[in-house]
Nanobody, 127 residues
Framework: VQLVESGGGLVQAGGSLRLACVAS????????IGWFRQAPGKGREGVSA????????EYDDSVKGRFTMSVDNAKKTVYLQMDSLKPEDTAVYYC?????????????????????WGQGTQVTVSS
């Protein structure tokens, strides 16, 4: 599994950014894919996830109504459209894929174990 994120940057509060993650080495039909973020001094938290084999998309409460996750299956790319950004959204954003079987060190969220990670992209929201 390989994941390459892009699209981070510096934006003012209230602005928008769109992150992209190009994925390879697996099928969206078989494994869930999601976005996580990690702010300085904090743990990695789940932002959103697309679970095609269960027909559901999940969002953390902190981003519902502001962030939208989408998938382009032909391009093997997932996007995270982030609108109405707030300073508290500042973090490194990671693309992640479910890992089965589970191994030590996975991050659990929405009943799934995420164990493959991209390199991350920095998002900074100024007030």
């Amino acid at each position: 599994v390989q994941l390459v994120e892009s699209g981070g940057g510096l934006v003012q509060a209230g602005g928008s950014l769109r992150l992209a993650c190009v994925a390879s080495g697996f099928s969206f039909d078989e494994l869930a894919i999601g976005w996580f973020r990690q702010a300085p001094g904090k743990g990695r938290e789940g932002v959103s996830a697309f679970i095609k084999y269960e027909g559901r998309t999940e969002y953390d409460d902190s981003v519902k109504g502001r962030f939208t996750m989408s998938v382009d299956n032909a391009k093997k790319t997932v996007y995270l459209q982030m609108d109405s950004l707030k300073p508290e959204d500042t973090a490194v954003y990671y693309c992640a894929v479910e890992r089965r079987p589970v191994i030590p060190g996975v991050v659990l969220r929405w009943g799934l174990a995420f164990g493959f990670w991209g390199q991350g992209t920095q998002v900074t929201v100024s007030s």
